[in-house]
């Protein structure tokens, strides 16, 4: 009951300001008064609504990743080609950024995990996508990697873009923390540390001041 009441209160605190834009977006473009003024107008609305779709989706997520059942009770999944599907989907926001994304795993061997396939993958969206809107305009490669240890998994999402300051990792794993305010929501890499250690695993950050590395470590299904 905790939780569900915390989840309700988190929802209606980061939804409301949000929601209330979109609808004064929304009377904003009915009251415009030529075709370019409500042009712009509606371009500001499809911005706002997105925003509040994303923050919907990843408070969801969120929650789903605090509340998942315990990792033997999760399907075993192809971790590889959950990433795979992953870069598929954001290769041309990536290449709208002149970023490439690249990718390397072991040769001829599944990466196989219990897991929730659907949040594993937007964890993975998340870290794509927050390299690709902090990483700064020297960006210009985003590197997946995984390999094997023994019965562990360990993935790295690594980019070569501005990196992060060492003081502000708390405030960047953080629920709702912001390193940049007003961009994004978030919920990116507290939702990657939640599903991670949910399974079992860890999470951590590193930057050597010329981009940022997330790695993960996961317990792997083997035989």
């Known amino acids: 009951l905790k939780t569900k009441d915390d989840f309700i209160s988190d929802a209606a605190h980061q939804l409301r300001n949000p929601i209330s834009g979109v609808l004064a977006l929304s009377e904003a473009?009915?009251?415009?008064?030529?075709?370019?003024?409500?042009k712009q107008r509606s371009a500001d609305l499809t911005e706002a609504a997105?925003?509040?779709?994303?923050?919907?989706?990843?408070?969801?997520?969120?929650?789903?990743?605090?509340?998942a059942p315990p990792p033997e009770d999760l399907?075993?999944?192809?971790?590889?080609?959950?990433?795979?599907?992953?870069?598929?989907r954001?290769?041309?926001?990536?290449?709208?950024?002149?970023?490439?994304?690249?990718?390397?795993?072991?040769?001829?061997?599944a990466t196989r995990a219990?897991?929730?396939?659907?949040?594993?993958e937007q964890s993975i969206e998340n870290l794509i996508t927050n390299a690709l809107v902090h990483g700064g305009p020297d960006l210009s490669?985003?590197?997946?990697?995984i390999w094997h240890e023994v019965d562990h998994a360990t993935i790295l999402v690594a980019d070569n873009g501005k990196g992060l300051e060492q003081s502000k990792f708390n405030l960047a794993l953080s629920r709702f923390g912001q390193v940049s305010p007003n961009t994004g929501t978030g919920l990116g890499l507290p939702i990657a540390r939640a599903v991670v250690e949910g399974l079992g695993g860890h999470l951590s950050l590193t930057s050597n001041g010329s981009g940022l590395s997330v790695q993960?470590?996961?317990?792997?299904?083997?035989?």
Do not use: N
């Open 114 to 120: 219990h897991l929730d396939g659907m949040l594993f």
């Open 216 to 223: 993960m470590t996961l317990p792997r299904v083997t035989g």
């Open 29 to 38: 473009v009915a009251a415009a008064k030529t075709p370019q003024d409500m």
């Open 90 to 109: 954001l290769t041309p926001m990536a290449e709208a950024r002149d970023t490439e994304l690249t990718f390397s795993a072991p040769d001829g061997s």
């Open 50 to 67: 997105s925003h509040v779709s994303k923050l919907t989706e990843d408070l969801l997520a969120f929650e789903r990743a605090r509340s």
């Open 75 to 88: 399907p075993v999944e192809d971790v590889q080609e959950i990433i795979r599907k992953a870069i598929t």
């Open 141 to 145: 490669e985003i590197e997946l990697r």
